[in-house]
């Protein structure tokens, strides 16, 4: 029971540590959520027990899981925390967000292995962090070096690795599972 209660204490300093880090006040958080400010403050200050109806729209709001509000890392940033797993396709993968059903960003970091097109719904984006990137799209084939994209619908047969010169590439994998695509709010001139 005692872990129970330092857990539910734990959760009103995330709170406000999440709502100031994104430059919210409560009264902005209230405009978006519907729940009063005296509430959210209280909760915040621990003068209040926090309720699945009070977390599920301030997850909503600060775009996190319930998960993360409710147990944070033991320590730190919790970017620090990040654990990878070894793919059956190769390599390692790491997600960097945890948003079931929503846009998901990983970082892969690819080894050698022969090319397995495969097709499925969403949008994908590519960025090369190191190491030279090969990617096959229906019958055409690319290589992408560190700092160079690709963007495309994955529902064209496609596979990606590392070129034939490299043992391994490292990429920035940004995939949105319903076909949603980036929307630009701000690009280069001319």
């Known amino acids: 029971?005692?872990?129970?209660?330092?857990?539910?204490d734990a959760i009103g300093p995330r709170l406000r540590a999440i709502r100031t880090a994104r430059g919210l006040t409560?009264?902005?958080?209230?405009?978006?959520?519907?729940?009063?400010?005296?509430t959210l403050s209280r909760v915040e200050t621990g003068i209040r027990r926090p309720t699945l109806d009070l977390l599920i729209p301030l997850a909503r709001v600060y775009r996190v899981s319930l998960d993360e509000l409710v147990a944070a890392?033991?320590?730190?940033?919790?970017r620090t925390h990040l654990a990878g797993f070894r793919h059956a396709t190769g390599?390692?993968?790491?997600?960097?967000?945890?948003?079931?059903?929503?846009?998901?960003?990983?970082k892969h970091v690819l080894g050698q292995r022969e090319p397995n097109l495969k097709s499925h719904n969403g949008h994908a984006w590519l960025y090369v962090l190191a190491g030279s990137?090969?990617?096959?799209?229906?019958?055409?084939?690319?290589?992408?070096?560190?700092?160079e994209t690709a963007e495309f619908d994955p529902r064209i047969p496609h596979w990606f690795g590392p070129a034939e010169?490299?043992?391994?590439?490292?990429?920035?994998h940004i995939f949105g599972p319903h076909g949603e695509k980036a929307v630009p709010r701000v690009g280069n001139p001319g």
């Open 73 to 78: 890392p033991a320590t730190g940033d919790p």
């Open 133 to 147: 990137l090969r990617l096959i799209l229906g019958d055409d084939e690319h290589v992408l070096g560190p700092g």
């Open 1 to 8: 029971m005692e872990d129970v209660v330092s857990l539910l």
């Open 91 to 106: 390599g390692v993968i790491v997600p960097l967000t945890g948003y079931q059903g929503r846009v998901q960003v990983f």
């Open 165 to 172: 010169c490299c043992p391994s590439v490292e990429i920035l």
């Open 26 to 38: 409560l009264a902005a958080v209230t405009a978006e959520t519907g729940l009063s400010t005296s």
